[in-house]
Every structure is written in C-alpha cells, then in structure tokens.
C-alpha cells in the first residue's frame, strides 16, 4: 500500500475530493495547514505572508492505482490548464502496515 499526501489550495479541496471519490478512492482525510513552498511565500507591497494556508488530503492507496490518483489529484488541483506556483505538491511513501481499529486487525 502507499500514502498520498498532497498539499492543496484550500479552494481547490472539495474539488479534488469530490473527483477522489468519483474515481474510486473516497477514504480521504483533510487537514487545514499554512506553509510555503519554493515560492516562499507571497509578497503584496511592503508586506509578505510566508505562511499561506493549504489544505493537506491524505489517501492510502492500492500500488497499483498510484498513477491514476496522482493524476485525479493534479488534474483536479491546478488553477490554471498548465498550473501555477502555489497549486501545492504530493508526496508518495510506502505503508509498512495498516489496521482496522474497529476490526481489530490488519488490512
């Protein structure tokens, strides 16, 4: 199994759910988080927010399905047909293991 992180702009999350769940993957989990990236942050006149808010959605995933969520999350993200800076990043990492609280064992 595998983890998708994928930091998002807040506008873009229900969207990028919403397309999540229609292609088969509605487990998600949603935190709001504030961050930069390459851009460091955004500078209008004198001022700078180096912390901009993002939405952070965390799937687990069949290996196999990894390139077709990746790219339901990209098409779903971007804010422009070809992106911008700021339409966020996602991190892919290995699941050693999982378990189902409720069924008191491993998936």
């Known amino acids: 199994m595998l983890l ?19 292609a088969g993957f509605p487990a998600v989990t949603k935190l709001s988080v504030f961050g930069r990236g390459k851009q460091r942050g955004l500078k209008v006149g004198n001022v700078t927010y180096d912390e901009l808010p993002k939405d952070l959605l965390i799937i687990a995933i069949q290996e196999k399905d990894k390139d077709f969520a990746i790219e339901t999350i990209i098409n779903a993200a971007r804010s422009k047909p070809n992106g911008q800076a700021g339409d966020g990043k996602i991190f892919v990492t290995n699941i050693e293991e999982s378990y189902t609280i409720s069924r008191a064992k491993r998936d």
């Open 4 to 22: 998708i992180r994928a930091i998002v702009r807040p506008e873009k999350s229900p969207i990028v759910m919403k397309d999540l769940f229609n």
